[in-house]
């Protein structure tokens, strides 16, 4: 058996959630649970990472990683597999069948996990605390549906595109961000040259599409363009790395979403350690405890 787990992270018991006592209120704070108590259950520091109940000190990686030095950082101090953790992150109440299908950041960023994997052991620097794993993580398992799938993925991809397209967004992608960013700077420039209900209602409108670009480039790595020391490479990694930017446009914020949506609700989704279920409550009771 392994370690005694500790507290579920969210503290959720069962509690009423009117005064929304023991839920993150912010995405930082519930990034910070998941820390504490990922750190707690794995018996291991806030400055390593922990995958497959094995400890890795990435600092030397950071500036190398070829998604950014933010995707580690975020995690840094995390059980970055996730999936194993997931049971306790979502209480006991929550049907095996439905939680146990979900996936961390490691298995499901990483098409190429033999690679990866003979990167993380240069970086190898110990063992946690053995929890058991209700998912089989064993990559070796050719009858593993999750394996198999992404490893045909993977054989799919580079067959398909030998230099690794596939890899980077589209042409026509930058040229619909762009032109997303145009139409909106036109009605912005007739917002200040006529203001009225019909000009600012325009801009709102034209401000919408900056959602999807953004929504679409803060899920990417930090710098990557298939244009880049070619032909403008000045241009293409300004452009990979700015569109995100214009999420912001809407009062929203991207580095905020990298949490609140990537880490937590892609990994979690709609389960209670999702942040985006819990920050509804109780205006909305989405918990599987209710």
Excluded at 21 to 32: F, K, S
Excluded at 234 to 255: K, N
Aim: glycine share 6%; with cysteine.
């Amino acid at each position: 058996m392994g370690a005694k787990p500790s507290k579920p992270y969210p503290p959720l018991d069962g509690r009423e959630f009117e005064d929304r006592a023991g839920i993150p209120q912010t995405y930082r704070e519930w990034l910070e649970l998941k820390k504490k108590n990922d750190q707690n259950r794995y018996g291991f520091g806030p400055h390593l990472w922990c995958i497959h109940n094995k400890l890795y000190d990435l600092r030397g990686f950071l500036a190398s990683h070829p998604g950014g030095e933010q995707w580690l950082k975020l995690t840094q101090g995390t059980e970055c597999t996730a999936g194993d953790n997931c049971k306790d992150l979502s209480l006991s109440v929550v049907p095996f069948f439905f939680w146990k299908k979900k996936k961390g950041a490691f298995e499901t960023h990483h098409l190429d996990i033999k690679k990866v994997s003979a990167i993380l052991e240069k970086y190898y620097v110990g063992e946690s605390l053995k929890v058991e794993s209700e998912f089989d993580w064993d990559n070796s398992n050719k009858k593993n549906f999750f394996v198999s799938l992404r490893e045909e993925v993977l054989e799919h991809l580079q067959k398909k595109y030998p230099k690794n397209e596939w890899k980077y967004p589209r042409l026509r992608m930058h040229v619909l961000s762009a032109c997303a960013f145009a139409l909106w700077s036109y009605s912005f420039w007739l917002l200040i040259r006529k203001p009225s209900l019909k000009t600012s209602t325009f801009a709102g409108l034209c401000l919408h599409p900056f959602l999807g670009v953004g929504h679409n480039f803060f899920h990417q790595a930090d710098f990557k363009s298939r244009l880049a020391n070619k032909k403008w490479p000045v241009l293409s990694s300004i452009s990979e790395t700015w569109w995100r930017y214009l999420f912001d446009f809407t009062g929203f914020s991207w580095r905020d979403w990298r949490i609140s949506h990537v880490l937590s609700h892609h990994v979690f989704i709609n389960l209670d350690s999702d942040y985006e279920v819990s920050a509804l409550e109780p205006l909305i009771r989405f918990m599987a405890n209710q």
